[in-house]
């Protein structure tokens, strides 16, 4: 039974690739790697700045951006994990979790998981426009095809590309994320922050260049001033 599954997975996989458009799998090809953010829009407003990265490797994503228009007390940050396809030039985003942050709502963490999106794509070179079905419409440019890693745990994610990271961490009511560059310890991870988004009792909280440390087991986050967050990983 355990052959006759093998045989048909592989028929399944072979299929689709045989029978894939290919500007479809052209165009996949030039969406994989790491992104940087360069400006937003919603709802047909005016591009403004925004920062933080977008990850796309082998049909997963994952992103974590920060609005930089306004002040610390107006910044509007997203984050959201999950896989994607493109199908006649639409990508389509099945979010695992995503994230809203939203410091003049009266909630201000909006969470949802197991959603959908899909966006139109033009790819001009180095720069990619992706534009959402909300009416959402994002700029940004390529940073590199390096290596990936995409570690999963039960209350979080933690991506590394290039020499940059983005952190994904949530669990009850309490949330962390944050994106920056990574430089490699003897021992360890220091994971330097552009940005970093705490949320505590309904209360959001934006630092810049923070820096942290991951351990080598990459199972514990150590923060400033001595607090210690547990990833648990997804084996």
Request: charged residues 25%.
């Amino acid at each position: 039974m355990k052959t006759l599954y093998s045989v048909l997975l592989f028929i399944s996989i072979f299929s689709s690739q045989l029978f894939a458009n290919p500007a479809d799998m052209k165009k996949e090809q030039r969406l994989s790697g790491l992104w940087e953010y360069k400006s937003i829009s919603h709802k047909g407003g005016k591009l403004a700045p925004n920062q933080g990265y977008f990850l796309f490797h082998n049909g997963k994503f994952i992103q974590h951006a920060i609005d930089t228009r306004v002040s610390h007390m107006e910044k509007v940050g997203q984050a959201h994990v999950g896989t994607y396809s493109i199908e006649n030039g639409i990508s389509y985003f099945d979010v695992e979790l995503g994230i809203i942050f939203s410091p003049d709502q009266e909630q201000k963490m909006n969470v949802r998981r197991k959603g959908r999106n899909h966006a139109s794509i033009l790819l001009d070179n180095n720069t990619l426009k992706l534009s959402f079905d909300e009416n959402s419409v994002q700029l940004l440019e390529k940073i590199g095809n390096g290596k990936v890693e995409i570690d999963a745990y039960e209350n979080g994610y933690l991506a590394f590309s290039e020499d940059r990271f983005i952190l994904i961490y949530l669990n009850g009511d309490s949330y962390l994320s944050a994106s920056g560059i990574f430089t490699k310890l003897e021992d360890a991870l220091e994971l330097h922050t552009d940005f970093m988004i705490t949320v505590m009792d309904n209360q959001v909280t934006y630092s810049d260049n923070v820096d942290l440390q991951l351990g080598s087991d990459k199972e514990q986050l150590y923060l400033p001033e001595g607090g210690i967050l547990q990833l648990k990983s997804i084996r």
